[in-house]
């Protein structure tokens, strides 16, 4: 071996000598690196660091998918083999649920729609204390299993495995099987390391922000992006206004005014004194108003009475409905109707159904669902505990 080397060495020289009588001479300058054993001396959290680096991502992107425009779901695996979910992200929980097949299908019918989780069946299936889960109506059991979601995996979430489902719409009209809970860990009633914070405890994504995009076109079964660990640029034309959260609760920020454009010299305004707080949800398509306020905001959009306490209007009409501003972090932001109308089939057609409806929290608290979020880019800062909004390209 050592012969056939100095072969080649003598070769190469010959080689290069003759070439440079024909050539010019370039000469490439060589850098010494510092070595590994250098950098782990100099940092021990090199090799950690080089690890997540080069084998894990630190950041995903999950596709959206929608349901009659108004309901934006994922999809995850639970267990091992993976037991294939569709949940709902939502901003307004803290926990993750799933039904399980001890959901009877005679009791609760809407279990016969939905993907079961079946714990016998995953090898990666943790026992854990059978601590009952009850919550809105829910009952269940708390359970711990891998879930993976793109490329992102935990190994052990604690979650609840739901066997009860309420006969009440907020379930019943519910499209995907369950929930990811996105809101602060103070909602959670499972584990204080709920999805997103066994994430970061974990060091699967290196950034506490997660980022929404909604897409509202109906051409496509596309309902937008989640990008969990970041920010994406490219849905972002202009600055990301930061608004601090009031209470680490809810995603719960302050608007300072609400208003609706009737003309070019008439406007009404509601909760213009002293700003009213507002919740961000990410599970629903509706704008929720304080009872008192629900008329008077379809009246002024002329809405008529429809089902389940919703209001209407003619769909002819979508594109001429007054343009209304909410104004957050002293920053104006619009939408007009196609962002607060909704497009329904039922039996009779196509229906347009008013985002605006009781939203059901005390205190007065709004909620700001895809009838607004479909128009901005939003994104959620866990170590900064603010909410930052900009326009879409």
């Not at 929404?212 to 034309?237: A, Q, S």
């Not at 909620?367 to 880019?377: A, D, K, M, P, T």
Request: charged share 20%; net charge positive.
């Amino acid at each position: 071996m050592m012969h056939r080397l100095m072969l080649l060495v003598v070769f190469y020289n010959v080689f290069c000598t003759t070439a440079e009588v024909e050539r010019n001479v370039y000469r490439i300058p060589l850098v010494r690196r510092k070595s590994p054993l250098q950098m782990l001396i100099k940092d021990p959290d090199y090799t950690r660091k080089l690890n997540i680096q080069n084998n894990h991502p630190t950041n995903e992107n999950i596709t959206l998918f929608k349901y009659l425009d108004s309901e934006y779901y994922g999809e995850i695996l639970v267990g091992k083999p993976g037991q294939k979910f569709s949940v709902i992200f939502d901003t307004t929980w803290g926990d993750m649920w799933i039904p399980t097949k001890l959901c009877s299908k005679i009791i609760y019918p809407i279990c016969k729609t939905k993907n079961l989780y079946d714990p016998d069946i995953s090898s990666s299936h943790k026992s854990i204390d059978p601590k009952p889960f009850s919550v809105d109506g829910l009952v269940g059991n708390l359970t711990c299993d891998a879930v993976v979601m793109g490329h992102l995996n935990v190994s052990d979430l604690i979650f609840a495995g739901i066997s009860e489902i309420p006969n009440v719409s907020q379930f019943q009209m519910m499209h995907a099987d369950g929930v990811i809970g996105l809101g602060y860990n103070t909602l959670a009633r499972t584990s204080n390391k709920t999805f997103f914070y066994k994430l970061l405890e974990d060091k699967k994504i290196l950034k506490s922000i997660f980022s929404v995009y909604i897409n509202r076109d109906r051409t496509t079964n596309k309902g937008g992006i989640i990008f969990l660990g970041g920010i994406e640029p490219k849905h972002i034309k202009g600055e990301i206004t930061y608004v601090p959260v009031s209470i680490k609760n809810y995603w719960q920020i302050e608007m300072n005014q609400f208003s609706i454009h009737l003309n070019k010299t008439k406007s009404e305004t509601f909760c213009g004194n002293h700003g009213c707080q507002v919740i961000l949800d990410t599970s629903t398509n509706a704008i929720g108003v304080p009872n008192e306020y629900v008329f008077a905001i379809n009246n002024l959009i002329s809405a008529t009475k429809y089902l389940y306490n919703r209001y209407k209007v003619p769909c002819s009409r979508v594109n001429k409905l007054p343009k209304i501003t909410l104004n957050i972090g002293s920053r104006d932001f619009r939408i007009s109707g196609r962002h607060y109308i909704q497009e329904m089939e039922n039996e009779n057609g196509t229906v347009c159904i008013s985002a605006f409806c009781d939203s059901e929290l005390p205190d007065g608290l709004w909620s700001l669902g895809g009838g607004f979020l479909s128009s901005v880019y939003t994104t959620f800062d866990l170590e900064n505990n603010r909410v930052g909004i900009a326009n879409l390209k």
